[in-house]
């Protein structure tokens, strides 16, 4: 199973930006995607998770200005992040899970590379 993560970049706060991850070598359809972020000296966290159905889990760190989406027919899971703040500065990972809107790290199986997101104030 391969995770590609893209989209990462330098913003504004205040700004937008969307993180794609496309999976491949395994049915992606049947499992459920989250987001986590880890931010220098400081522990992977999660962002946000969607199931298989569809349902979605937010961290309350950004709830009401992320959203998780997924496009089965492209094997890709995205991550709309609007009103950035430099809080949200950090490495984004993708991963994929058998369990439902799990929040924990020890949930996802596999992960991908990583995309850096910078929000400078």
């Known amino acids: 199973v391969q995770l590609q993560a893209s989209g990462g970049g330098l913003v504004q706060a205040g700004g937008s930006l969307r993180l794609s991850c496309a999976a491949s070598?395994?049915?992606?359809?049947?499992?459920?995607m989250g987001w986590f972020r880890q931010a220098p000296g400081k522990e992977r966290e999660f962002v946000a998770a969607i199931s298989s159905g569809g349902t979605t889990y937010y961290a309350d760190s950004v709830e009401g200005r992320f959203t998780i989406s997924r496009d089965n027919a492209k094997n890709t899971v995205y991550l709309q992040m609007n009103s950035l703040k430099p809080d949200d500065t950090a490495v984004y990972y993708c991963a994929t899970s058998a369990q439902f809107l799990a929040t924990y790290t020890r949930a996802y199986d596999y992960w991908g590379q990583g995309t850096q997101v910078t929000v400078s104030s």
């Open positions: 070598g395994r049915s992606f359809s049947g499992y459920a």
